[in-house]
Each structure stands twice: as structure tokens, then as C-alpha cells.
């Protein structure tokens, strides 16, 4: 009776095992798929950091060419100030 219940523990075991390989088959399976979504996030958030720069520059550019216009208006506006002060 012994050598049966032995059987069956061995059995059990081997069904186990098996299991046990499916599911680390599954879970590597996952982690890859897990590890290229990071990769895709990560060039994601590289390229989302790439066009925010590029529109810090535009904008940084339109204020400076704001800043000019400004320049340009204060400066044809003053003999006009001056003149009507006379």
C-alpha cells in the first residue's frame, strides 16, 4: 500500500512540475511584453521631452520677436511724444 501512496505522491509532483513550467512559461511571456511596453513608454517620453523642447524654443523665440515689435514701437513713438511736448 506504501509503494501506491508513493505513486500517487510522484504523480502529484510530476503534475506540479509540469504546472509550475506552464505558468513560468506564461509569466515570461508577460515579462517580455511588460519589458517592450517600457521600452515604447520610454521612447515615448523621450520624443514628448524632444517637443516640448522644440515648442520652448518657438515660444522663446516669439517672445523675443515680441520683445523687438515692442522695441521698434516705443522707439518710432518717442520723437512722436517728443514733438507733441514742444
Known sequence: MSFLRLERAVAKLVEDHERLLQD???LSKKLAQRDQRVREFEQELVQAGQRRTDAVKRIDALVARLDEIESEIMSDAAPVVAARGK
Open 24 to 26: 513560468r512559461e506564461s
